[in-house]
């Protein structure tokens, strides 16, 4: 399908946006960071798990907030939040190298992705329907992923050395691509839920949207089922690209030098995914394909666990392309099952809240399993867990639609 010319202007510059806030560039060092610093391991994942919890308890507002004064707004506010999140712990002298720092930047990096989290899709999706092109809305998604992958590719390969040669210049650079987020936000193109700014109606937006977006999940089959769905996924992802990536790698013997070409090699096989949505397509439906990848995605975890080094890059890889194809499917699943445009942000808002609480349970699981030196049976029980929750989600949801047609009139 072809795009209008006002959906390619609008899709241009979501790929950038996206390109620029996805750079965070400590990503495969943080920990080596944080270690070098003098944080324990223990401190380490207890910063995380204060992140996923800020996350959640940010999530909703944020996205009542979206709805409430548009959603292109609150994608401003999150790239300039991005911004003093990573300065931080570099630019303040009482805050540089201290855990109370570390604690301030996470719960900002949390504040500026769920200020974006729910309002980037909810834009992309009612943008691309108000033009006529909502068709285009899950190739557009993988693509801006895929571009955001690039992006980290050629940055993250080198990560380590540029760490090496300056400590705090992976932080300085991603404030800057954050300044750069901010700058294409301002290009974007309007948004048909932009309003002027009232302080009233943003107070009071949580006794309108909250019961109505409740009552919207109720009132809906599926929906909340769905966004059950997308919670194994989220999860491993999450969990294996930032948590455990660095514990894996060092458990097969890689320095830190190797954290960010081996990242950057994944994420080309992610980038590969991302771009190819459809391909899923030839065989299944977005639903089917989602269990199906989720619960391939938790076999290679469990292939990490028992191979050598090389054998846990591959499955790394693996394990990558699978989650690029993955998102943009789940992505459309959700977004198709919504019923209401106004509450967009904050629905996505609460399936990210349940996301986010069951990463910060799963973080906290996984400090302690590193402090017995378990991370084997940590990745072996994480594959079976979120396998059999997806293949549950996948037996309940067909029923409860064949039952539900059953009883509609004519059915």
Not at 65 to 71: E, K, L
């Amino acid at each position: 399908m072809a795009a209008t010319a006002d959906s390619k202007t609008l899709i241009r510059f979501y790929y950038a946006f996206q390109l620029f806030f996805s750079l965070l560039l400590w990503v495969p060092i943080f920990v080596a960071y944080q270690q070098r610093l003098g944080l324990s391991d223990l401190q380490i994942f207890e910063i995380q798990s204060i992140y996923y919890i800020a996350f959640c308890v940010l999530e909703i507002p944020t996205g009542m907030m979206a709805d409430v004064i548009g959603r292109r707004r609150s994608i401003r506010f999150g790239a300039l939040v991005l911004v003093v999140a990573n300065l931080v712990v570099v630019g303040i002298p009482a805050f540089v190298g201290a855990y109370a720092g570390f604690v301030l930047h996470w719960v900002l990096i949390a504040l500026s992705r769920s200020l974006i989290s729910g309002a980037c899709s909810a834009y992309l999706y009612d943008e691309l329907a108000a033009r006529g092109d909502v068709e285009l809305y899950k190739q557009t998604e993988g693509n801006a992923r895929a571009y955001a992958l690039v992006g980290k590719i050629a940055c993250w390969s080198v990560i380590g050395f540029v760490m090496a040669w300056h400590v705090t210049l992976p932080y300085w650079l991603t404030a800057l691509s954050g300044l750069c987020a901010f700058a294409v936000s301002l290009m974007l193109p309007a948004d048909a839920f932009d309003k002027p700014l009232q302080l009233r109606e943003t107070l009071l937006a949580p006794l309108r949207l909250i019961p109505q977006a409740f009552r919207a999940i109720a009132g809906s089959s599926t929906l909340a089922l769905l966004m059950l769905q997308g919670v194994g996924l989220f999860v491993l992802v999450r969990l294996c690209q930032v948590n455990l990536f660095q514990p894996i790698l060092g458990s097969k013997g890689f320095g830190v030098q190797a954290f960010g070409v081996v990242l950057a090699a994944t994420s080309i096989f992610e980038a590969v995914g991302s771009a190819r949505p459809q391909w899923m397509r030839r065989w299944m439906k977005d639903f089917h394909a989602v269990t199906v990848l989720t619960v391939v995605m938790a076999g290679t975890l469990s292939v990490m666990a028992v191979g050598d080094k090389w054998i846990a890059v591959g499955a790394l890889a693996a394990f990558s392309f699978v989650a690029g194809i993955s998102f943009p499917i789940q992505r459309k699943v959700l977004n198709d099952a919504i019923p209401h445009p106004s509450l967009r942000a904050t629905l996505l808002s609460i399936e990210s809240i349940v996301d986010r609480s069951v990463c910060a349970w799963a973080a906290l699981q996984l400090g302690d399993f590193l402090i017995r030196g378990d991370l084997i049976r940590f990745l072996h029980v994480s594959a079976v867990l979120v396998s059999l929750f997806t293949l549950l989600i996948a037996a309940v949801v067909p029923f409860i639609r064949a039952n539900v047609s059953a009883l509609a009139p004519g059915g």
